[in-house]
């Protein structure tokens, strides 16, 4: 997909940028509060406003889910 669509450096930058959830590592059941965590974190990192999280639940289904990071008080 990335080379069809072209993706340059500053892309790769911001797709994927901690690998998938098989590459990190998690138990079984944990993938999308590992994945929300680990979004949070890189979030608030890049000083980023969204950011999008998307999974394979098995079955042939399928999650994705944008969140915002709104500024603590």
Same mark, same amino acid.
């Given at each position: 997909?990335?080379?069809?669509?072209?993706?340059?450096?500053?892309?790769?930058?911001?797709?994927?940028?901690?690998? *998938? &959830?098989? *590459?990190?590592?998690?138990?079984?059941?944990?993938?999308?509060?590992?994945?929300? @965590?680990?979004?949070? =974190?890189?979030?608030? =990192? =890049?000083? @980023?406003?969204? &950011?999008?999280?998307?999974?394979?639940? &098995?079955?042939?289904?399928?999650?994705? @889910?944008?969140?915002?990071?709104? @500024? *603590?008080?």
């Amino acid at each position: 997909m990335m080379r069809e669509w072209n993706f340059g450096a500053a892309d790769h930058e911001r797709t994927n940028v901690h690998g *998938s &959830g098989i *590459s990190l590592g998690h138990p079984v059941g944990a993938t999308g509060g590992r994945m929300l @965590a680990t979004l949070a =974190r890189e979030l608030n =990192r =890049r000083q @980023a406003h969204y &950011g999008l999280e998307t999974m394979c639940i &098995g079955g042939g289904q399928g999650l994705a @889910a944008v969140f915002e990071r709104v @500024a *603590s008080r």
